[in-house]
């Protein structure tokens, strides 16, 4: 027996589908669809550093997986806050996101007095993507060899009375020495530059003693013999130093102050279009042509999903916290 097919079940049918749609799209299913057009990855910093090209990297493995074109957005200022709260504001669609710092998630909310968007409540956390040792270096003509005669020599000398430079009050190499300092029971004095060119222009001459910083600026000098390196700032130790200990190993247990990237797109984005980028992202982080791009920039692959990255900013909030507080170091 055959059924008609009435107008009156056209018109239920389609009523049921209508219902059924917000459904389907809460599960989802809606969005299968993404990516269908242009994304625009957001950079805080200027171009050419290592956050920019650990961008580029993300931005290319994206077009190149998805067959849409990724493009970087470089909107530097205010420790990248600038760029930060234009994520923050923008739809929640999936179309533009985030390649922030350690500094965008989790510090500048304690430097920073007027702070334009929650690190936490304003993003969806999508992925961990890379990470850089800071490194204890020295003038060769400081007579240490290691971090923790370092520390014994600067306790020597008193308090204040040995120096080291790092580009900015609140940047990772002097909140790094910061967290050292705070460890180790010694203090030393804080000599603020205007990039790491002129820290290591300096450093190189004999102007300064020390400097906690980024390791790429000074690793072909540490090379050539031009610096010592006494210890990185890492977990572990630094595939292109692979003969410098890090500082936790030389009986600074627990001393991990490596900066780190990751990717996040505007809270409310939907669940499965983060998980989505979240999969990619951390699949590229294991991918041996994506690892060497990395490593080539100066930075180590760093992979992470979306719950690794929300479990690594709350522990790096209570970290940092503490450092800052230890440190009195007043919002700006």
Known sequence: ??????????????????????????????????????IRMVVPFAPAGTTDLLGRIAAQHLTEVWGQTVVVDNKSGAGGNVGAEIVAKSAPDGYTLLLGTVGTAVTN????????YDGTKSFAPVALFGEVANVLAVHPSMPVKTAKEYVEYCKKQGPGKVSFGSPAIGGTGHLAMEYFQSLAGFKVEHVVYRGSSLVLKDLLAGHIPSTMDNLPPYLPHIQS?????????SG?????????????????????A???????????????????????????????????????????????????????????????????????????
């Open 109 to 116: 909310q304690f430097l920073y007095k007027n702070m334009p």
């Open 225 to 233: 013999g031009a610096l010592r390196a006494l210890g990185v700032s």
């Open 1 to 38: 027996m055959t059924n008609k097919i009435t107008r009156r079940r056209v018109i239920a049918s389609t009523a049921v589908a209508s219902l059924a749609a917000p459904m389907l799209a809460r599960h989802g299913w809606a969005q299968s669809s993404y990516p269908n057009k242009q």
């Open 258 to 332: 490596a900066p780190w990237w990751y990717v996040a797109a505007p809270a409310g984005t939907p669940p499965d279009i983060v998980k989505k980028l979240s999969d990619e992202l951390v699949k590229a982080s294991k991918s041996p042509d994506i690892i060497k791009k990395i490593r080539d920039a100066g930075a180590a692959e760093l992979g992470g999903s979306s719950e690794d990255l929300a479990k690594h900013m709350v522990a790096e909030t209570a970290k940092w916290q503490k450092v800052v507080t230890a440190a009195k170091l007043e919002p700006q």
């Open 236 to 256: 572990k130790r630094w595939f292109s130093l692979p003969d410098v200990p890090t500082i936790a190993e030389q009986g600074f247990a627990g001393f991990d």
